[in-house]
T-cell receptor, first 110, second 115 residues
Framework: QQPVQSPQAVILREGEDAVINCSSS?????VHWYRQKHGEAPVFLMI?????EQKGHEKISASFNEKKQQSSLYLTASQLSYSGTYFC???????????FGGGTRLMVKP | EAGVTQSPTHLIKTRGQQATLRCSPI?????VYWYQQALGLGLQFLLW???????NRGNFPPRFSGRQFPNYSSELNVNALELEDSALYLC??????????????FGEGSWLTVV
């Protein structure tokens, strides 16, 4: 089953913060976050493997709540380069493929 | 180190024809995944190959097929093309044995347009 992302789209001014949520109807063992800029391939941001684990990439961090079956991506002091579509991916029960959410389109304006 | 490479970059086909897309994984990666991304939509899982065998397939009709070669490269074949097959086809690779704890790395994709 496909994870659900929210919001579907966000418009920010440079320097503002944003949170992107990813939730699943089934138990989560890991969550993968990717960013795709227009016309480019999705680029790996981070993977969270344990419940409660938080990871960071520049001013982008993420948390993983196994009990709530959700993950959140935090973008702090957003930069123009953060614009793109963010996808979360979760493995199936067998752990042999990633199913991606519908994506969250983020636009950062000057 | 070279990333995942895909060819062709763009392909235009007529409805009913067949399309073949190719992918070379990162050196040392044995798993190859194919995803379809229709315009403005999310990433839909198509196929997963590992060590030359099809390990899993998504909810797509049998006219979507592929194979993995001994050098771990892969090709995706789409037969009897339909207009709704127009999409970006992304290939990704990982070190193998599934993607639960392994990061998958995407190629630039192949744009398929069916007219």
């Amino acid at each position: 089953q496909q994870p659900v992302q929210s919001p579907q789209a966000v418009i920010l001014r440079e320097g503002e913060d944003a949170v992107i949520n990813c939730s699943s109807s089934k138990a989560l063992y890991s969550v993968h976050w990717y960013r795709q800029k227009h016309g480019e391939a999705p680029v790996f941001l981070m993977i969270l493997l344990k419940g409660g684990e938080q990871k960071g990439h520049e001013k982008i961090s993420a948390s993983f709540n196994e009990k709530k079956q959700q993950s959140s991506l935090y973008l702090t002091a957003s930069q123009l380069s953060y614009s793109g579509t963010y996808f979360c991916g979760t493995p199936n029960n067998a752990g042999n493929m990633l199913t991606f959410g519908g994506g969250t389109r983020l636009m950062v304006k000057p | 180190e070279a990333g995942v490479t895909q060819s062709p970059t763009h392909l235009i086909k007529t409805r009913g024809q067949q399309a073949t897309l190719r992918c070379s994984p990162i050196s040392g990666h044995t798993s190859v995944y194919w995803y379809q991304q229709a315009l403005g939509l999310g990433l839909q899982f198509l196929l997963w190959y590992d060590e030359g065998e099809e390990r899993n397939r998504g909810n797509f009709p049998p006219r979507f097929s592929g194979r993995q070669f001994p050098n771990y490269s892969s090709e995706l074949n789409v037969n009897a093309l339909e207009l709704e097959d127009s999409a970006l086809y992304l290939c990704a690779s990982s070190p193998g044995e599934g993607s639960s704890g392994n990061t998958i790395y995407f190629g630039e994709g192949s744009w398929l347009t069916v007219v």
